[in-house]
Nanobody, 115 residues
Framework: QVQLVESGGGLVQPGGSLRLSCAAS????????MSWHRQAPGKERELVAL???????IYPDSVKGRFIISRDNAKNTVYLQLNSLKPDDTAVYYC?????????WGLGTQVTVSS
């Protein structure tokens, strides 16, 4: 059974950093593309980072140079390092993966950037 569990969110001041974790079970993260998305109140869910099975990464311009996606194959976990955080980064962050036509999501972790 595929399961994704996010953790690491919290309250941080502008300019601060957080590291989010996504622990996966039921499949091997190194063999599948993984992504992080976020959803702010009243807005659509948006992609913030993706890592391919070959290790290649993709970021939208809004987070490029500030967010870093990585994985630990031994722990079967994907991370999202959030740096230089801004109030606009406040959102629930979700881990995501997919197999064929089936998409899996975690329950999300809240990130709040505020002074």
């Amino acid at each position: 059974q595929v399961q994704l569990v996010e953790s690491g969110g919290g309250l941080v001041q502008p300019g601060g950093s957080l590291r989010l974790s996504c622990a996966a079970s039921g499949f091997t993260v190194s063999r599948n593309a993984m992504s992080w998305h976020r959803q702010a109140p009243g807005k659509e869910r948006e992609l913030v980072a993706l890592i391919r099975a070959n290790g290649g990464t993709i970021y939208p311009d809004s987070v490029k140079g500030r967010f870093i996606i990585s994985r630990d194959n031994a722990k079967n976990t994907v991370y999202l390092q959030l740096n230089s955080l801004k109030p606009d980064d406040t959102a629930v962050y979700y881990c995501n993966s997919w197999f064929g036509s089936t998409t899996y999501w975690g329950l999300g972790t809240q990130v709040t950037v505020s002074s």
